[in-house]
T-cell receptor
Framework: KNQVEQSPQSLIILEGKNCTLQ??????????LRWYKQDTGRGPVSLTI?????NTKSNGRYTATLDADTKQSSLHITASQLSDSASYIC??????????FGKGNQVVVIP | NAGVTQTPKFQVLKTGQSMTLQCAQD?????MYWYRQDPGMGLRLIYY???????DKGEVPNGYNVSRLNKREFSLRLESAAPSQTSVYFC?????????????????FGDGTRLSIL
């Protein structure tokens, strides 16, 4: 079944600390994987995209990795800020332009 | 530059009532989408329109209809609302280059319509 699983479902971290979010996908044939950030009450916004040939990509304090062999991706947040409190959604593109959405990682940053 | 605009932001309906959710984008995107987002579930595609004049069913189309009015606007209609359709509805758009799979283009989302059906 073409699906995306994210873990942990939710986490609470102290401001200034780092955290890593995990995404496992089972889609085929794989095209690319994108991470979105969704603030409370807003729509998702794209953070970064990972294609088959890419291992790591950074966008400011966000760093995404992709291991196409194990079908895993991670999103690392460095030196977290209160504004990082959000849901992070992993989306895998596969086949004829189809998308599989994860349920999201809910991150709460506390001062 | 407004991006993707959805109206209304909130709506409460009674079972059996009908309504249309509006969506407009000003980015000259070819493709537009309607999703629903429910607690504990990922975004689920209801309908999409790859280009003006075409619409296709997504994962959960039952109980909904859509209209691609022009390149900018894509509406979602609930003909007879049911409590199971209580959800947050998101409209999105993306650029689709002619002759190429849009695969690397992100979807741009509106801020959603929060719909409650009693």
């Amino acid at each position: 079944k073409n699906q995306v699983e994210q873990s942990p479902q939710s986490l609470i971290i102290l401001e200034g600390k780092n955290c890593t979010l995990q995404c496992n996908y089972t889609v085929s044939p794989f095209s690319n994987l994108r991470w979105y950030k969704q603030d409370t009450g807003r729509g998702p916004v794209s953070l970064t995209i990972m294609t088959f040939s890419e291992n790591t990509k950074s966008n400011g304090r966000y760093t995404a990795t992709l291991d196409a062999d194990t079908k895993q991706s991670s999103l690392h947040i460095t030196a977290s800020q209160l504004s990082d409190s959000a849901s992070y959604i992993c989306v895998a593109r596969y086949g004829n332009n189809r998308l599989a959405f994860g349920k999201g990682n809910q991150v709460v940053v506390i001062p | 530059n407004a991006g993707v605009t959805q109206t209304p932001k909130f709506q409460v309906l009674k079972t059996g009532q009908s309504m249309t959710l509006q969506c407009a984008q000003d980015m000259n995107h070819n493709s537009m989408y309607w999703y629903r987002q429910d607690p504990g579930m990922g975004l689920r595609l209801i309908y999409y329109s790859a280009s003006e004049g075409t619409t296709d069913k997504g994962e959960v189309p039952n109980g909904y209809n859509v209209s691609r009015l022009n390149k900018r606007e894509f509406s979602l209609r609930l003909e007879s609302a049911a409590p199971s359709q209580t959800s947050v509805y998101f409209c999105a758009s993306s650029y689709r280059d002619r002759g190429r799979i849009e695969g690397n283009q992100p979807q741009h989302f509106g801020d959603g319509t929060r719909l409650s059906i009693l």
